[in-house]
Antibody, heavy 120, light 108 residues
Framework: EVQLVESGGGLVKPGGSLRLSCAAS????????MNWVRQGPGKGLEWVSS????????YYADSVKGRFTISRDNAKNSLYLRMSSLRAEDTAVYYC?????????????WGQGALVTVSS | DIVLTQSPGTLSLSPGERATLSCRAS???????LTWYQQKPGQAPRLLIY???IRATGIPDRFSGSGSGTDFSLTISRLEPEDSAMYYC?????????FGQGTKVEIK
C-alpha cells in the first residue's frame, strides 16, 4: 500500500525557518517525481515545488522561489521541504504528492498533510 | 502562465441529479495534462480523472470527464450524498502544476 506521511509542521514566527519531511512507503520511491502542494486556510490548492526522481531537476512556484528548498533522499525514501524567511501567507497545510507515471500528469497519491502556521 | 477558471463556484443539487462542473483554461491545454481531484473537508485531494477523461482506479463510473483545448468538464451523472466535496481541475505544463480555484458540490 502506498503511503506518504508528512511531519515537521508547527508554529513558527515570521522570518523563521522550518523543515517538512515526507516519509514514503509501499512503492519504488526513487522512481517517481515528487511534489509539495499547499492549501491555505479556507483556500484552494497551490503547487509549491517538485523534484524529479533522481533529484537532478527541481522546480518552484514563484511565490516560494529563493525561500524554499526541496530535496529528497532516495536511500531513506524521504522527501523534504526546507522553508525559510517564512511569511504569514505561507500558513497552510502542506501536502506531499507522488506524481503519477504513464498518462497521469498529476498527483496519484497524497499524504494527509502537515500544518504550518506562521504567526508572531 | 495558464490560468484555470472553474465554474460555478458552488453547485447545490439533490441526490440522483446530474452535476456538470466546468474548467476553462486561459490558453489551450494538452488534454493529456488535464486532471480532476475530489477533496472532502479535512482530507487530502483524491485523484478522480486524468488525461481529461480517464477514471482513476476505483473511481465510480458515475464520474466522467471530457473536453479539449480550453474547455473541460467533469460530470457526476447521478449524485450520491458522499459526492459532497470540493472539486479541482489541474493542468501540467513546463514541469509545474496549476490548479483551478475549485467548485463546491453540495447535496441538498
Amino acid at each position: 500500500e502506498v503511503q506518504l506521511v508528512e511531519s515537521g509542521g508547527g508554529l513558527v514566527k515570521p522570518g523563521g525557518s522550518l523543515r517538512l519531511s515526507c516519509a514514503a512507503s509501499g512503492f519504488a520511491f526513487g522512481s517517481y517525481t515528487m511534489n509539495w502542494v499547499r492549501q491555505g486556510p479556507g483556500k484552494g490548492l497551490e503547487w509549491v515545488s517538485s523534484v524529479t526522481s533522481s533529484g537532478s531537476d527541481i522546480y518552484y512556484a514563484d511565490s516560494v522561489k529563493g525561500r524554499f528548498t526541496i530535496s529528497r533522499d532516495n536511500a531513506k525514501n524521504s522527501l523534504y521541504l526546507r522553508m525559510s524567511s517564512l511569511r504569514a501567507e505561507d500558513t497552510a497545510v502542506y501536502y506531499c504528492a507522488r506524481e503519477g507515471r504513464g498518462r497521469i500528469y498529476g498527483g496519484d497519491y497524497w499524504g494527509q498533510g502537515a500544518l504550518v502556521t506562521v504567526s508572531s | 502562465d495558464i490560468v484555470l477558471t472553474q465554474s460555478p463556484g458552488t453547485l447545490s443539487l439533490s441526490p440522483g441529479e446530474r452535476a456538470t462542473l466546468s474548467c476553462r483554461a486561459s490558453q489551450s491545454v494538452n488534454s493529456n495534462y488535464l486532471t480532476w481531484y475530489q477533496q472532502k473537508p479535512g482530507q487530502a485531494p483524491r485523484l478522480l480523472i486524468y488525461g481529461a477523461s480517464i477514471r482513476a482506479t476505483g473511481i465510480p463510473d458515475r464520474f466522467s470527464g471530457s473536453g479539449s483545448g480550453t474547455d473541460f468538464s467533469l460530470t457526476i451523472s447521478r449524485l450520491e450524498p458522499e459526492d459532497s466535496a470540493m472539486y479541482y481541475c489541474q493542468q501540467y505544463g513546463s514541469s509545474l502544476w496549476t490548479f483551478g480555484q475549485g467548485t463546491k458540490v453540495e447535496i441538498k
